[in-house]
Nanobody, 127 residues
Framework: QVQLVESGGGLVQAGGSLRLSCAASGGTNSNYAMGWFRQAPGKEREFVAG????????RYADSVKGRFTISRGNAKNTVHLQMNSLKPEDTAVYYCAAQWGVFASSVLADATEYRYWGQGTQVTVSS
């Protein structure tokens, strides 16, 4: 059973930065497309950023382009989300997601395309 563990959430002032990390373990496969989603109170879960398992392709929601950067970690099946210039509207629970069996260059942006999910980490941006 694949497990995803997120870390790095917290409270930060507007304009500040946070770095989220996610590590996948427990599976027999080694190549996962991974992504980040978020859900604010009273809102639906939304796509934030995704990266192919090769690491060569990324995709971002328009609301975070130029401020957030997704990257693969040195350890296998880890992913980071560097969040800069944070805004109060970025406040949400952030979820890591993973899926295997896709093309090396594929970036998944639809939540229904991901099979594995983390428990989420809270990010709060104060004004």
């Amino acid at each position: 059973q694949v497990q995803l563990v997120e870390s790095g959430g917290g409270l930060v002032q507007a304009g500040g930065s946070l770095r989220l990390s996610c590590a996948a373990s427990g599976g027999t496969n080694s190549n996962y497309a991974m992504g980040w989603f978020r859900q604010a109170p009273g809102k639906e879960r939304e796509f934030v950023a995704g990266i192919s398992w090769s690491g060569g392709n990324t995709r971002y929601a328009d609301s975070v382009k130029g401020r957030f950067t997704i990257s693969r970690g040195n350890a296998k099946n880890t992913v980071h989300l560097q969040m800069n210039s944070l805004k109060p509207e970025d406040t949400a629970v952030y979820y890591c997601a993973a899926q295997w069996g896709v093309f090396a260059s594929s970036v998944l942006a639809d939540a229904t395309e991901y099979r594995y999910w983390g428990q989420g980490t809270q990010v709060t941006v104060s004004s």
